[in-house]
């Protein structure tokens, strides 16, 4: 009797500390972002740093748990964020940090084009929808201004500056792992 006892304590303990990360990551995800629609020039470098809050979790319990985690954020922020531009990236590329493990077993090039194109199909959709389905005038006016060489332009840095999050990614979750070694 005592042994299940000390189970379900042990177990019961465990699910606290799962929730209570997901719900620490999800606060805080929410809140970058959220600072984002109040600081000029962050639509992008807020919702990049909303995906690193997602390490942790990803780290401890898994791509599945980082989906939920990402999903919740995302929601709220969708229904809370006043820059709705910045809203839609993090619903368009934040859950990225959750599959990124699966993109990293492809070889090298191909695993670069990949990711490239992931990024750019997720871009390319945002900003149709931006554009004509949700019709944010900011936006639309701001790409009014732009030639087909500009809106070119803004996709390879969009592309670099996503390969250099991606490998951002991947050396904070080595660091992670390295200082949860180092604990034990």
């Known amino acids: 009797f005592e042994?299940?006892?000390?189970?379900?304590?042990q177990t019961f303990r465990?699910?606290?500390r799962r929730l209570a990360l997901c719900g620490l990551m999800t606060a805080l995800s929410v809140t970058l972002?959220?600072?984002?629609?109040?600081v000029p020039l962050a639509t992008f470098a807020c919702p990049m740093l909303a995906m690193l809050c997602l390490i942790p979790v990803i780290c401890e319990y898994g791509a599945q748990t980082g989906l939920m985690v990402y999903a919740a954020s995302a929601a709220l922020t969708v229904l809370l964020a006043?820059?709705?531009e910045l809203a839609l990236f993090y619903l368009f590329l934040g859950w990225y940090p959750a599959c990124r493990e699966r993109l990293d077993?492809?070889?090298?090039?191909?695993?670069?084009?990949?990711?490239?194109?992931v990024f750019t199909m997720s871009m390319t959709v945002m900003y149709m929808l931006i554009l004509y389905l949700?019709?944010?005038?900011a936006v639309a006016a701001e790409f009014a201004g732009y030639t087909m060489w500009g809106i070119a332009g803004m996709l390879v840095v969009g592309n670099v500056t996503f390969l250099l999050l991606d490998r951002m990614?991947?050396?904070?979750t080595a660091l992670y792992w390295f200082k949860?070694?180092?604990?034990r």
Do not use: I, T
């Open 3 to 9: 042994v299940s006892a000390m189970n379900k304590h």
């Open 134 to 137: 949700f019709r944010l005038e």
């Open 180 to 183: 949860r070694r180092k604990k």
């Open 33 to 38: 972002l959220a600072m984002g629609s109040f």
């Open 169 to 172: 990614l991947n050396r904070l």
């Open 82 to 84: 006043a820059d709705k």
């Open 105 to 117: 077993r492809l070889p090298g090039v191909l695993r670069a084009l990949v990711k490239c194109g």
């Open 14 to 16: 465990r699910q606290s």
